[in-house]
């Protein structure tokens, strides 16, 4: 989801709980409220990290909500549905807008991808540890890939056909060429060639991807100073 979309919901979602009917100072209809707070945990799951400050604070309001949740859970559903718990939900939503208002999604976003990519890495890393270096070097294949459609889309840049490391290589050394971005220089393009050769290798006829240990050792370790040099 673009962040103009993830936006757009988030505002509406703001919207949608103010409109939940209250019955008076303290109880909000209890169907409508629960509905709503069941998309709000889909919407800030599905973006923020697990230890994001933002999330946290969400967890601690929808733990209590669903505690409250579960002692009238023998009541019709249109039984009330506790006030205090629904406002600070809407407050925490109302500060994922503002973040993302304020142009700090991008950095958040950027977080979870670097620790995902780092993760795939040492993944690759236990899989080579276990004589597995196809499948380490898929992994690792995997990683660089996804940073480099990362790269693609900091920078504005297209490809034809489906995406792939050397779409993506392509794509960065036709701007770089241009003169318009240079997303990095033209030696990395060399290397990525040769570890992208290396994951098709390994993808496309595992069996006979013997004795390749050393080349994967120092893939996995090249994709990674890459990933860090070039963020």
Same mark, same amino acid.
């Given at each position: 989801?673009?962040?103009?979309?993830?936006?757009?919901?988030?505002?509406?979602?703001?919207?949608?709980?103010?409109?939940?009917?209250?019955?008076?100072?303290?109880?909000?209809?209890?169907?409508? $409220?629960?509905?709503? @707070? !069941?998309?709000?945990?889909? &919407?800030? =799951?599905? %973006?923020?990290?697990?230890?994001?400050?933002?999330?946290?604070?969400?967890?601690?309001?929808?733990?209590?909500?669903?505690?409250?949740?579960?002692?009238?859970?023998?009541?019709?559903?249109?039984?009330?549905?506790?006030?205090?718990?629904?406002?600070?939900?809407?407050?925490?939503?109302?500060?994922?807008?503002?973040?993302?208002?304020?142009?700090?999604?991008?950095?958040?976003l950027d977080g979870v991808r670097a620790e995902t990519e780092s993760e795939v890495?040492?993944? $690759?890393?236990?899989? @080579? !540890?276990?004589?597995?270096? &196809?499948? =380490?070097? %898929?992994?690792?294949?995997g990683s660089l890939e996804t940073h480099l459609l990362h790269l693609c889309q900091?920078?504005?840049?297209?490809?034809?056909?489906?995406?792939?490391?050397?779409?993506?290589?392509?794509?960065?050394?036709?701007?770089?060429?241009?003169?318009?971005?240079?997303?990095?220089?033209?030696?990395?393009?060399?290397?990525?060639?040769?570890?992208?050769?290396?994951?098709?290798?390994?993808?496309?006829?595992?069996?006979?991807?013997?004795?390749?240990?050393?080349?994967?050792?120092?893939?996995?370790?090249?994709?990674?100073?890459?990933?860090?040099?070039?963020?």
């Amino acid at each position: 989801m673009k962040e103009r979309e993830l936006l757009e919901w988030l505002e509406d979602l703001s919207k949608r709980g103010h409109a939940v009917p209250a019955l008076n100072d303290m109880y909000r209809n209890h169907m409508l $409220a629960t509905a709503w @707070l !069941a998309e709000a945990h889909a &919407a800030l =799951a599905s %973006v923020f990290p697990r230890g994001h400050p933002l999330l946290v604070a969400w967890n601690g309001v929808f733990e209590r909500a669903k505690t409250y949740t579960l002692a009238i859970a023998q009541t019709p559903l249109t039984e009330p549905y506790a006030n205090v718990h629904f406002v600070q939900a809407i407050g925490v939503v109302h500060g994922a807008v503002a973040l993302i208002k304020g142009g700090r999604l991008g950095s958040v976003l950027d977080g979870v991808r670097a620790e995902t990519e780092s993760e795939v890495l040492d993944q $690759a890393d236990v899989l @080579l !540890a276990g004589k597995y270096p &196809a499948a =380490a070097a %898929v992994l690792a294949g995997g990683s660089l890939e996804t940073h480099l459609l990362h790269l693609c889309q900091r920078h504005g840049l297209t490809w034809t056909g489906e995406g792939s490391i050397s779409k993506y290589d392509q794509a960065v050394a036709q701007a770089r060429n241009a003169g318009t971005v240079e997303a990095y220089p033209a030696t990395d393009s060399r290397l990525i060639g040769g570890w992208g050769a290396l994951r098709n290798d390994a993808a496309h006829e595992p069996t006979k991807f013997t004795n390749r240990d050393e080349d994967t050792r120092l893939m996995i370790q090249g994709v990674r100073q890459f990933i860090a040099r070039v963020p």
